[in-house]
């Protein structure tokens, strides 16, 4: 029996975004017989590269962002950053007109703001480190009084990579830090000394069904994902609680879709770091690990599509690694080695302008020897 609200395949699907998160979205909803369309104001899109349709508009075009929807049957994102007024644009709309739009433009407007996010893992029982809001002038004194050393300041919005923030390890530096703000709409949070970072990428579909990958660790350089290794080391006890700190958000805020949720480890201390409301960069390794991938969970959950009977995937062992613009050396000798070995396999994102700290591509290797598979590297 198919449900009369399952998107099948001929649909046409929308995704907000057009970089290396829509094409690969892409070439999994064409693998299964759908048409894509994204929009955003990039021309020859890495997702377009792929067979997507491209709607080349800003953001904030009504107009334009009007006739995209009215061109498709459902509508998903591909990062957080989307103005208000869009957001609202596509919420009236889809209030008047039942388009499919998953997730909900509020859980964007959670992922969004770290203010909000943060208060919405206080509200799902989810442990994060002390923060503190920087609204108004007022804030200030109250923040250097009651603020723990070291600590970060971050701006609330449009962060990514480690951009928009400042670490003080002083009362001196906080003030200066932010006296030196042009835009108040920040929030400082107290520094975790973690020895390990985790992440889960949970789905959650429209009837509430659930599915998702065991946790796994993540090696940041230079405040950017570097490594993946799947399924992390971790003790039972921690592995669930993670799983279940991913499960209470997606209840709390009615998530719908799939998204990644990035946690601080120490011992048993679980500190939750942030989400992001879609497919995330250390989900890549599900693309070679003998299952379906986050795309595929992705593609699922916003077309209604049965879900998969088992909650946990059973996945093999993975390790992803992100090429950025400075390592990006098709032809080198680590390319080399790695295309003559069966188990390395090539994500690129189609993109020509190699700038430093820019996400290339990734690799994925699923053979014997997870820890040294990228020890040759550089
Ligand atoms: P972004 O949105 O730019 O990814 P994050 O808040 O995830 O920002 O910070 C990027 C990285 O900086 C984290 O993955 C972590 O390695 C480090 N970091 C951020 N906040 C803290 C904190 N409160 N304590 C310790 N490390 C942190
Ligand atoms: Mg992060």
Redesign the pocket.
């Known amino acids: 029996m198919i449900a009369s609200k399952m998107l099948l395949p001929g649909s046409r699907l929308g995704v907000m975004g057009s970089g290396q998160l829509a094409r690969m979205f892409c070439m999994e909803a064409v693998q299964h017989g759908y048409e894509v369309h994204v929009y955003s104001p990039e021309k020859n899109s890495p997702a377009s590269g792929a067979g997507a349709e491209e709607t080349v508009a800003e953001y904030d075009d009504e107009n334009a962002l009007l006739s995209f929807l009215e061109r498709i049957d459902a509508l998903t994102f591909e990062f957080e950053n989307i103005p208000e007024i869009a957001l609202s644009t596509v919420e009236k709309f889809s209030e008047k007109h039942g388009l499919i739009v998953s997730p909900s433009p509020n859980c964007i407007r959670i992922a969004q703001n770290?203010w909000r996010e943060k208060n919405e893992f206080a509200r799902a029982g989810i442990p994060t480190?002390n923060?503190y809001p920087v609204f108004e002038e007022k804030d200030k004194e109250e923040i250097l009084s009651r603020t723990q050393f070291p600590?970060?300041l971050?701006t609330n919005t449009m962060?990514?990579?480690?951009?928009?923030?400042i670490k003080c390890k002083t009362g001196d530096e906080l003030a200066e830090a932010l006296s030196s703000l042009k835009k108040l709409d920040h929030i400082v949070?107290?520094?975790?000394?973690?020895t390990e970072?985790a992440s889960v990428i949970f789905a959650r579909f429209p009837d509430g069904r659930t599915s998702y990958f065991h946790p796994s660790k993540?090696v940041?350089k230079n405040?950017i994902?570097d490594l993946t290794f799947h399924p992390g080391n971790f003790s039972e006890g921690v592995r669930n609680r993670l799983i279940e700190y991913a499960r209470k958000l997606a209840e709390t805020i009615d998530y719908v879709g799939v998204f990644g949720i990035?946690f601080?480890l120490k011992g048993e201390e679980i500190?939750c770091?942030?989400f992001a409301p879609r497919p995330h960069n250390s989900g890549h390794f599900s693309q070679n690990a003998g299952t379906l991938s986050q795309f595929s969970l992705q593609l699922r959950a916003l077309c209604g599509l049965p879900v998969p009977n088992a909650d946990g995937l059973p996945t093999g062992t993975v390790v992803m690694k992100n090429i950025l613009g400075e390592n990006y050396e098709p032809g080198s000798a680590f390319w080399n080695r790695a295309f003559q070995n069966p188990h390395y396999h090539l994500h690129l994102y189609g993109k020509t302008e190699a700038r430093s700290g820019r996400k290339m591509g990734h690799w994925n290797y699923n053979g014997p020897d997870p820890e040294r598979a990228f020890s040759d590297w550089e």
């Open positions: 770290r480190v923060f600590c970060i971050k962060g990514y990579d480690g951009k928009g923030q949070e107290e520094f975790f000394p973690f970072e993540n940041h405040h994902l990035e601080f500190l770091n942030e």
